[in-house]
């Protein structure tokens, strides 16, 4: 992106978040004039910092500048894996690690981006709000059938318990996508129950609570495949809870 597009890009972050939440950006420093802060007006906790940092600070070269949104990712399992992806890093700017900088040169997905701001507004929101704020949402999610035999979870029960994805809440719809050597969309199931305690940790998978999820819908192994994802939905990665295009949830819903 030119510096004109990097401009026009902040302004569509800035009137997302104004028409989504009703939230105009707060400029508070007079050396950094562009610096934009969104934060809660109930609890005033920052949500999003819009600022440009040097390259050297963030680890991308020695000279030149970044555009960057630092935004609040909760689920340390998930930032983890978060930052493993272009365009997104530690965050240089606030605490390293609740916080990623997500780099604005087109990099991430403009929809995994709302994604993210959206996850960082829930994550820094009062109880009160989060129970009021937004409507059920569909996402998918992971199931390594490595570590768990996912593939046959349904088979005795139509409810289990799965962990805990971040910003999925009680009534909310999961399109689970279970990973190679299946790489594909299994089941749909309705979030019936979250924040059920539970503590696991190990070197692949940690846990710190539990959702209900019940089983509404099967399909077939060959229907969402990671390559149909990829090429009809533009969907380049499932890692962690994502909401879905519009596209992709009216198909799975016929």
């Known amino acids: 992106?030119?510096?004109?597009?990097?401009?026009?890009?902040?302004?569509?972050?800035?009137?997302?978040?104004?028409?989504k939440y009703g939230m105009d950006p707060e400029y508070k420093w007079r050396r950094y004039s562009e610096y934009a802060i969104f934060r809660h007006a109930d609890n005033n906790k920052q949500f999003a910092l819009l600022t440009t940092v040097p390259r050297k600070k963030i680890g991308l070269g020695s000279t030149g500048t970044e555009d960057v949104i630092d935004l609040k990712i909760d689920d340390m399992f998930f930032r983890?894996?978060?930052?493993?992806?272009?365009?997104?890093?530690?965050?240089?700017?606030?605490?390293?690690?609740?916080?990623?900088?997500?780099?604005?040169?087109?990099?991430?997905?403009?929809?995994?981006?709302?994604?993210?701001?959206?996850?960082?507004?829930?994550a820094t929101a009062s109880a009160r709000k989060k129970e009021k704020v937004r409507p059920p949402k569909e996402w998918i999610i992971p199931a390594n059938p490595k570590y768990f035999d996912i593939v046959h979870a349904f088979d005795n029960a139509e409810i289990i318990n799965w962990k805990q994805g971040a910003g999925i809440k009680t009534g909310d719809t999961v399109y689970m996508y279970v990973g190679a050597p299946v790489s594909a969309v299994l089941y749909k199931c309705k979030v019936t129950e979250t924040g059920i305690p539970y503590k696991r940790k190990n070197p692949h998978i940690s846990i710190k609570a539990l959702m209900r999820i019940q089983l509404q819908r099967r399909y077939a192994p060959d229907q969402y495949t990671f390559s149909v994802l990829k090429e009809k939905y533009g969907i380049h990665a499932v890692r962690g809870p994502r909401g879905i295009p519009a596209s992709l949830s009216a198909d799975l819903g016929q």
């Open 1 to 19: 992106m030119n510096r004109q597009d990097i401009c026009n890009y902040k302004q569509e972050i800035c009137d997302y978040i104004r028409k």
């Open 80 to 122: 983890d894996m978060l930052i493993q992806q272009d365009g997104i890093l530690p965050s240089c700017q606030t605490n390293r690690m609740r916080w990623i900088s997500v780099v604005l040169d087109g990099t991430v997905p403009e929809e995994q981006l709302r994604d993210l701001i959206d996850m960082s507004f829930m």
